[in-house]
């Protein structure tokens, strides 16, 4: 966890431990900390607090999917707004907890961002996919980046939800091979994590239907 104050950090730690099947693996007050628990644990959910890390949260997101690409992202902020939310799960995060909510509904992100899934203002959520899926449908019906087949293998394996051990045993291929495909998609789009490309993805689809 990354939260401020440190205090508010171990204390909702300890609530934490006594929640079955969570594990608390550390706390961190800087980003070389964050990255030190990924390491360590590479497929953690990390909660990020936004206003500690400010308008670096988005590049910290990036940096840890970089050196863990299984971690998962959980933002906790003050503002649930389309704004903030669109810029963390751009970022790759696996969504957005406001700091008003309930214990309980903390809980219920961590253990569903823990699974895949996406947790966020349903309304905000709805109109930040419905850009992302815009923006794939855009670049579809102009300039599309140029993917090679192994590379739409690799996007199709991404929108299923698999995980790149998984794709690189689907595709039969090092999962150092699979970082390096996702790496040029990545430059093709324009695209940041995992989540926005799957839904790019979802826009190719669309298009073609």
Partial sequence: MAVQPPLWAELLGLLLEREPGISVLGTATNEEEVLGLTETSPEAV???????????????????????SRARVLVLARR???????????????????????????????????????????????RVISQLIGTGRAEAQGDAPLLTRREWDVVDAISRGLRSREIAL??????????????????????????????????QTAQKT
């Avoid at 689907?170 to 994590?193: D, R, W, Y």
């Fill in 46 to 68: 990390v909660l990020l607090d936004f206003e500690a890390f400010g308008p670096n949260t988005a590049g910290v997101i990036a940096r840890v999917h970089r050196s863990a």
């Fill in 170 to 203: 689907e595709l039969g291929i090092s999962p150092k091979t699979v970082k390096s495909h996702l790496s040029n998609i990545f430059v093709k789009t324009q695209l940041k994590g995992r989540f926005a490309l799957a839904l790019w993805a979802q826009g």
């Fill in 80 to 126: 649930s707004g389309e704004e903030t939310v669109t810029a963390v799960l751009r970022a790759g995060a696996a969504g957005l907890v406001g700091k008003q909510m309930a214990y309980k509904t903390i809980v219920t992100a961590i253990r569903a961002a823990a699974v895949g899934e996406v947790w966020a203002n349903r309304w905000v959520t709805a």
